[in-house]
């Protein structure tokens, strides 16, 4: 079929499908109409965000009031913080920065993380001109797997994370019936691609599967050094529902 159409003052001929000799397909799916979100700006969550961390205190978090709060940012210290509430597979927003002054080397500069479930760990380290043990890296999963590429920022630079996290899912007996996956952006740059846990991250022994709620905790590490947090936010990620049919 020939359409006319009047586009900014001139008649344009569009062309459709039909007039191809195509027949446009559709799912036929009746789709939930997917709510909207005010996606905010670099400084400002999501609208649908549950914010951890807004700059101004980390009453969020177990062990939060150990933590130094200055000019809209935190300071590790002390003691890793935790979340009071628990969550499953999620969108994790943060933004970190490791010491401008640049003390000792490997894994002894800027050393931080972040745990998904309280036991998946994306390290957090200087990893800037610094060489350690490529699965321990900044954003590696620690022990597990190095980046796919080096994204950091100079020291004392605000860096971002965003991380995708699927939580592992086990049956009622305690066995795993499914991996958990972690993809992380590091300053926009891709360094984990639905990358595969092995299970819980450590350092003192090979990664391993132990069964846990559907929801756990997130926490932030303190590893001796000063590492700055700001910006923390959160989107629990529920299942599509319905989910897509399958033949059979
Ligand atoms: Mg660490």
Redesign the pocket.
Known sequence: MLRLVKLAGAVVVVMTASAFGFKEWKSGIEWPEPKVVDPGDAETPPSDAIVLFDGEDLSQWHNGTRWEIRDGYAISKMASITTKEKFGDCQLHLEFATPAEVKSQGQGRG???VYLMNRY?V???DSYENATYHDGQCASI?KQYPPLVNACRKPGEWQTYDILFEAPRFDEHGSLTRPGYMTVLQNGVVVQNRTELLGGTSYIAPPKYTKHSDKEPISL?F?GNPVRFRNIWLRPLEARQPEYPTEG
Do not use: A, K, P, W
Request: hydrophobic share 20%; charged share 10%; aromatic share 10%.
């Open positions: 050393n931080s993380g760990e390290q957090i380290l620690y590490q590893h």
